[in-house]
């Protein structure tokens, strides 16, 4: 959860909503990545997303059975259903997301029943951190 810490600054000083992410299996980094929709010009590329593609291009495989996906922020909807999709084996966040949380907060995309796929998620880990980091983003922002 630190080097996803890490990895959400440098996203805060790029301008973009401080979260970051990295996909670890058998102790191995497969993949890391922060958000990045502004410089990217792309919706989907939050740091999940990203992550997921760096892991999975470095699997050479799309599934990323018995990964854990590191987060410092609780996935949306989007997020989580990719999560599920590469079959991801456990999720572990910061900070909860009370707008757009997936997991717990809104929805629970990821232990949705009628998916063929569930995720254990485990949510509060560092999580004072993350949201003092995305809680000073925006006031910032804010003015």
Known sequence: ??????LA???AGA???PVGAVVVRDGVVLGEGWNGPIGCCDPT????????RAAARRAG??????????VTLEPCAMCAGAIVHAR????VYGAEDPRAGAAVSVFRVLSEPRLNHRV????GVLAAECAALLQEFFRTRRG
Do not use: F
Not at 88 to 91: S, Y
Not at 120 to 123: D, H, Q
């Open 15 to 17: 301008g973009e909503v």
């Open 45 to 52: 590329a939050h740091a999940e997303v990203q992550a997921l």
């Open 120 to 123: 254990p998620a485990e949510g």
């Open 1 to 6: 959860m630190r080097r996803a810490l890490d």
């Open 9 to 11: 600054r440098h996203a």
């Open 61 to 70: 495989n799309y599934r990323l059975g018995g990964a854990t996906l590191y």
């Open 88 to 91: 991801i084996a456990r999720v």
